[in-house]
């Protein structure tokens, strides 16, 4: 099979592998059906995850069909559709006994893409099958389920939950990016009066607003004086910081009112100060975390009875094989993109084009790789198209035998929100979004 592989800070290319296989009872293969890139796999490629060692393959967010399972799986079957999540758990540990899967010391925590090989690839081994995949009812599309593995849960847990939102506060999310909107997207469950949004990005702050912020600040103004403008002098009930930089994280904590809520959801990769000087006499509370997942099944619910809108989680979708045009159209400009790493090297083959609001060619193996961010044609100015390619639903292959012999079949994938990408199919250029700020 073919997977993205890292090969060191700034290098990467889409390569042949073996095809996984169970190594452990508890072990599934499934083959995957839409996966997405994170910001942390671009915080990997930057050389900030050290424990990521060249030859492994990336990616922790995935929606897949069982192809394999161990003796020991009970709660899944070949055949079954599911949620990969971002975080395994063993189960029996202390930490998971206690529902923080993320600090799992039974083998699990977050390991796909991370100690062990991911899931951008066409199959992939999900350990602790039966505690880290959910089965998915037919009426969530991959697009939509995807959402699930890890960015819906890490804003909702890591920002809206950590900081305490509670109704009538005043929030501020530092970095409009995909994850950023999603903390948008969930603090509004909880009936804030004031949400609002700050980045370097004027298009991103438009799409803030487009997701339920009220109030919009360029980072280059003056944050401070527009919050506190907006809450008469004392700051901020709740700031949730989700870039993952120490200019950042220092904004986030002179934009919260005296005992207030700082939520740190950013990967960082640089120390930041922390200024007790000044925060010692304030009762300012600071939370970080990494996602335990525990609000998967919550957020599921919500999903399936439509409390949560996430038809503006995606911008861009592209086959699986073209996933490096896809990490193009996501790093920053003017990132090393390794050898590979030109939007041309992985053009062959090109699925017959699709107008928006058709369904993919029936063809077998076809499915979707989200990565986040924003639908470009949402955006208020924006000149680009509608996003392309929707999928449809009677789109999945035939389910191979434990053990048969597994045919890759083509894939399709979304991109955060960045620079102008050619779609490879109709020629479509989506409008470009800085990478100054947001996972």
Request: aromatic content about 4%; overall charge positive.
């Amino acid at each position: 099979m073919k997977a993205l592989v890292y090969g060191g800070p700034g290098q990467r290319s889409w390569t042949e592998v073996p095809d996984p296989r169970v190594q452990d009872p508890k072990d599934v293969v499934i083959r995957v059906d839409a996966v997405t890139i994170c910001g942390t796999d671009l915080h990997i490629l930057g050389g900030d995850v050290p424990e990521v060692t060249p030859g492994r393959i990336l990616g922790h967010e995935a929606v897949g069909t069982v192809v394999e399972a161990g003796a020991g799986v009970s709660a899944l079957a070949v055949g079954d559709r599911v949620l990969a999540s971002c975080i395994s758990a063993c189960g029996v540990c202390r930490f998971c006994r206690e529902g923080s899967y993320g600090q799992c010391l039974g083998g699990g925590g977050w390991i796909l893409g991370h100690t062990v090989d991911g899931v951008q690839a066409e199959y992939a081994r999900i350990p602790f099958a039966d505690l880290s995949t959910y089965k998915l009812p037919a009426s969530v599309t991959d697009e939509a389920a995807v959402l699930l593995a890890d960015i819906l849960p890490t804003s909702y847990e890591v920002g809206v939950l950590n900081g305490g939102v509670r109704p009538g506060d005043t929030v501020v999310v530092v970095g409009a990016g995909p994850i950023g909107l999603a903390a948008i997207l969930g603090a509004r469950l909880f009936s804030p009066a004031h949400i609002v949004a700050v980045d370097k990005a004027q298009s991103r702050l438009q799409a803030a607003k487009l997701f339920g912020a009220d109030t919009t600040v360029m980072a280059d103004d003056d944050p401070l004086a527009a919050v506190r403008s907006l809450t008469g002098g004392l700051g901020a009930d709740v700031v949730m910081e989700a870039v993952g930089t120490p200019e950042t994280f220092e904004l986030c904590t002179s934009l919260v009112r005296p005992g207030g809520r700082v939520a740190n959801i950013g990967v960082h990769g640089k120390p930041a100060t922390l200024h007790l000087e000044d925060l010692w006499i304030r009762n300012v509370t600071i939370t970080t975390g990494l996602v335990d997942t525990y609000s998967t099944p919550k957020l599921l619910g919500m999903l399936v009875a439509g409390q949560l809108d996430t038809g503006h989680m995606v911008t861009h979708r592209f086959p699986l094989e073209e996933i490096m045009q896809a990490y193009d159209a996501f790093s920053p400009p003017g990132a090393d993109r390794g050898a590979e790493g030109r939007a041309d090297a992985v053009r062959s083959g090109h699925p017959a084009r699709v107008r928006a609001g058709q369904p993919w060619p029936r063809r077998p193996g076809r499915a979707m790789i989200r990565t986040g961010g924003l639908v470009a044609a949402a955006v208020p100015g924006s000149d680009a198209p509608s996003a392309l390619g929707n999928r449809g639903a009677s789109l999945p292959s035939p389910v191979a035998a434990p053990g048969a012999a597994r045919r890759p079949g083509r894939r399709k994938c979304r991109v955060r929100d960045q620079r102008p990408v050619r779609s490879g199919r109709c020629g479509q250029v989506r409008r470009r979004r800085d990478h100054d700020s947001g996972r």
